[in-house]
T-cell receptor
């Protein structure tokens, strides 16, 4: 019953440091997404993937890179962290439209860049 | 592009009060509409959904009707409980350029008091 698992749950970075957020899902979903949640802004899509080996830009992709080498994993990278990237990051997965439009979310990663 | 507008919070109600959270959308074609709920410290989870006009989604006493003529999907509950305190997100799913990407509103925080 793992669903979508994000690692780590919390992290503090210094400006300019790099890190990778890992998302793993065990539901055999084709689609995976990375969102960021900021106060008053809702959730904004960073990058998404419609299948293994594919990635695409979302609404706010600048400063982030992603990779989907395995179907069950979707990695989000910050090469040079900035304070503007302080946020809560959520990973989600789903089947392709129109079979199942529901997205399943991880519990989030709270990232602070100082 | 697609967008979702929902009423700003926070909304504070007494237990057993009636709840309405307004949501309107802009989209091309025929999107699916959702309400997601986020309890403190957790990720988002699907509360209810509707996939075509005039459909009513319902779950845990919450209801919302897909109104194409008014492009709305308002969330209602007849009698709220303290345990309903959470942030509620209206969202739509539209196929644009690949992937059933979810577009979220900014979220409405609900606080229910005894």
């Amino acid at each position: 019953n793992a669903g979508v698992t994000q690692t780590p749950k919390f992290r503090v970075l210094k400006t300019g440091q790099s890190m990778t957020l890992l998302c793993a899902q065990d539901m055999n979903h084709e689609y995976m997404y990375w969102y960021r949640q900021d106060p008053g802004m809702g959730l904004r899509l960073i990058h998404y993937s419609v299948g293994e080996g594919t990635t695409a830009k979302g609404e706010v992709p600048d400063g982030y890179n992603v990779s989907r080498l395995k179907k069950q994993n979707f990695l989000l990278g910050l090469e040079s962290a900035a304070p503007s990237q302080t946020s809560v990051y959520f990973c989600a997965s789903s089947y392709p439209f129109p079979d199942n439009t529901e997205a399943f979310f991880g519990q989030g990663t709270r990232l602070t860049v100082v | 592009g697609n967008s979702v507008t929902q009423m700003e919070g926070p909304v504070t109600l007494s237990e057993e009060a009636f709840l309405t959270i307004n949501c309107t959308y802009t989209a091309t074609g025929y999107p699916s509409l959702f309400w997601y709920v986020q309890y403190p410290g957790e990720g988002l989870q699907l509360l209810l959904k509707a996939t075509k006009a005039d459909d009513k989604g319902s779950n845990k006493g919450f209801e919302a009707t897909y109104r194409k003529e008014t492009t709305s999907f308002h969330l209602e509950k007849g009698s709220v409980q303290v345990s309903d305190s959470a942030v509620y997100f209206c969202a739509l799913s539209g196929v644009t350029g690949g992937g059933n990407k979810l577009t979220f509103g900014t979220g409405t925080q609900l606080k229910v008091e005894l």
